[in-house]
């Protein structure tokens, strides 16, 4: 009997659209998708309670890692175009014309991420969920996705467009709720989605509401808005998708009947949220409204702060919607800047790392007291490999919990001298190696060859191809030292002329390569994903990140690392920055001077690639003292390190993150 109420509550709250019926095998009885219904029926009704204070958080994408963490399962067979497709990889190992084929028979991620800040969002929601916080998030379902990279031999990347089915990917469900967007010429109707996030225990969601503007009665060029992430050729598509993302959001939280308290916004992106609630309101009803947005700014790059020309938003927006921009957002050149309108309208600021806080104070003078830092951080049971939760399973008087509460990660120094808990972290850490090893198996790759990885999105100021400057150099490394297997992996945006010369130019170095490749092995993978992202953070020996310092907001595939007991090799950037007395690897590289932010363009990499150079020396040699041909020192100093990168994890990891949002932020602590 029971059962049957929390069904028939659930279709009272949640309008599905099933005109056919097929997601009425998906959800009955108790369960959703293969979870608990049970979780969705209780956050559903407490975000609709006006005692609860409930947060609205906006991002323009999320990377849930889908496919591997609490993974929603269908009755429905998988529709081929949500399996993964074919990743080719590019080597020095010449055997079949350089490419390989790599096959996945794996679900899909959800697309509708590009990169960092899709995967931030995406842990930050999971970890809303596992604290039972009452939150709605809101996002875009992307027809298209981001891209697929390809890589074409003498010319580089090429991007494809990505076709993946929404009506059969599980967990996700249409509603029948349309959301309607007044513009300046034409109204633009959303049809709206749902997927909910579970929190690890599966007893809370969060859930994630999609806007999609891909429907009838819409024009082809209004239909074309939700298709791809970041496209950015036209910009009254950049600026329309901002304002389906804002309008849209505040629209359908309404439409649901939810009662939000706060409104988080991730960048600039998102502040048509305001501007959709502040038409026609006096000075203290705006007063009111600022006291609800908080804002997070997650770039100290120039790029990212989105401007816009009066003459542009005038040809699309209402003249009230323009006025509130003019008041809160215009720069003194007399652009709309994004991200002067967002701080302007918040109560609370936030850059995302101390050193990032630092940039912000210079590039904002006149908010300095406004903008705090909370630091990123990673949801640990998402990024930690399976052989490392194992490994932590098996010491629980130290790690009592860490699944719940991964700051518990920080007591492994008091394993330092256990001897049993040294061997069987190399242990685990091999046989993550030993997967990476296995789905790589055409390239021969060895388990005891140092192996080092840099994986991220291709743009200049992350210096892609630093650890190629000299290649010779490289050579008389592994000639001298022992040999070495790298692995590159990252996409370009596809505008970002830059970042498409940096792919190029590391193709063409690796063609050109004339070593023997059982000395030097350099492998480039395409199409960097979640799905790689996780695989190569935790089975390398070494996580290199090498960002121009103070260009790196913060940066956190170095934290999915770490919780893997992966070393680092890092310039003082971003989060490193606050750990760099913390002995973790090698911290090297160019420093901006204090109070000042440098030169973008000057990516001093004669210097820099020297230092990289001689840190990899120094931990090559290192590797090899401690692992000999697969004969191990379990005393080397090695160890140690990795214990250390554990520790360091307990603090850079989303629940730490969350805690601060609770108290700085939100207010809600
Ligand atoms: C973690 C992750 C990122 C972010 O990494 P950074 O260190 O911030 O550059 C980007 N893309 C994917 C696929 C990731 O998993």
Request: aromatic letters at 12%; charged letters at 25%; one cysteine or more.
């Amino acid at each position: 009997m029971e059962k049957n109420n929390l069904i028939d509550e659930f279709y009272a709250l949640v309008q599905v659209d099933d005109a056919d019926g097929h997601y009425a095998q998906d959800i009955k009885d108790s369960d959703y998708f293969g979870m608990p219904l049970k979780a969705i029926v209780k956050a559903e009704k407490r975000l609709r309670l006006k005692s609860e204070r409930c947060i609205a958080y906006f991002s323009m994408e999320y990377g849930l890692a889908t496919s591997c963490y609490n993974k929603l399962s269908s009755q429905l067979p998988l529709n081929p175009s949500n399996r993964v497709p074919e990743n080719a990889v590019f080597s020095n190992f010449r055997v079949a014309d350089y490419f390989f084929a790599l096959h996945q028979d794996n679900i899909i991620d959800l697309p509708i991420y590009s990169g960092g800040l899709g995967v931030l969002a995406g842990d930050t929601v999971k970890t809303m969920a596992d604290y039972k916080l009452p939150v709605a998030a809101i996002g875009i379902l992307w027809s298209s996705g981001y891209f697929r990279q390809k890589f074409w031999f003498k010319y580089g990347q090429a991007p494809e467009k990505m076709r993946w089915d929404p009506h059969t990917y599980p967990g996700l469900i249409p509603l029948k709720n349309r959301i309607k967007i007044s513009l300046k010429s034409e109204d633009v109707y959303l049809r709206l989605w749902k997927y909910y996030v579970y929190s690890q225990a599966l007893d809370a969601v969060v859930p994630l509401i999609l806007l999609d503007s891909n429907i009838e009665p819409n024009s082809q060029n209004a239909r074309n808005l939700t298709d791809q992430l970041y496209r950015s050729d036209n910009i009254f598509l950049k600026l329309l998708q901002r304002v389906m993302l804002g309008f849209g959001g505040v629209s359908a939280l309404k439409d649901l009947g939810y009662h939000i308290d706060t409104y988080h916004l991730n960048e600039g992106h998102a502040v048509f949220a305001f501007i959709a609630q502040a038409r026609g309101m006096s000075k203290d009803e705006l007063e009111n409204l600022k006291s609800k947005f908080v804002y997070t700014c997650h770039t100290p790059v120039e790029a990212g702060h989105d401007r816009f020309s009066f003459e542009d938003l005038n040809k699309v927006l209402k003249p009230e919607d323009t006025e509130i921009i003019e008041k809160f957002g215009k720069e003194r050149s007399g652009a709309a800047n994004l991200t002067l309108l967002s701080m302007n309208i918040s109560s609370a600021i936030n850059a995302v790392s101390h050193s990032h806080q630092k940039v912000m104070h210079i590039q904002f003078p006149d908010y300095k007291d406004q903008i705090q830092y909370v630091t990123n951080g990673v949801h640990a049971y998402t990024w930690m490999s399976r052989g490392f939760q194992e490994l932590f399973n098996k010491f629980p008087a130290t790690f009592p919990d860490f699944k719940s509460n991964p700051m518990i990660l920080s007591r492994a120094t008091e394993l330092k001298a256990d001897a049993d808990f040294r061997a069987r972290l190399w242990q685990a850490h091999q046989s993550n190696k030993t997967d990476l090893c296995k789905f790589l198996e055409k390239w021969k790759l060895d388990k005891n060859i140092f192996t080092i990885c840099w994986a991220r999105r291709m743009a200049a100021y992350k210096r892609p191809s630093l650890i190629l400057y000299d290649i010779s150099r490289l050579a008389r490394i592994a000639d001298k030292i022992g040999p070495l297997q790298i692995i590159l992996a990252g996409k370009a945006h596809p505008n970002d002329n830059l970042g498409f010369t940096y792919i190029n130019e590391m193709l063409d170095k690796v063609d050109k390569l004339n070593v023997d490749y059982d000395k030097l092995k350099i492998i480039v993978l395409e199409n960097y994903d979640i799905f790689l992202g996780k695989l190569l953070s935790s089975s390398v020996d070494v996580w290199l990140n090498n960002p121009l310092p103070p260009f790196e907001a913060s940066g956190t595939s170095g934290m999915k690392a770490i919780l893997n007991g992966v070393l680092q090799m890092s310039t003082v950037d971003g989060w490193v920055a606050e750990a760099t007395d913390r002995k973790m690897g090698a911290f090297f590289g160019y420093k901006n001077s204090e109070g000042s932010v440098g030169n973008e363009s000057d990516l001093h990499m004669p210097d820099d690639s020297e230092e990289l150079y001689r840190a990899l020396e120094g931990m090559v040699s290192l590797y090899y003292k401690t692992n000999s041909r697969g004969k191990v020192d379990i005393n080397s100093g090695w160890i140690d390190m990795m214990i250390e990168c554990v520790c360091v994890a307990g603090q850079f990891n989303t629940y730490r993150m969350v805690d601060e949002y609770k108290q700085k932020i939100w207010k809600i602590a």
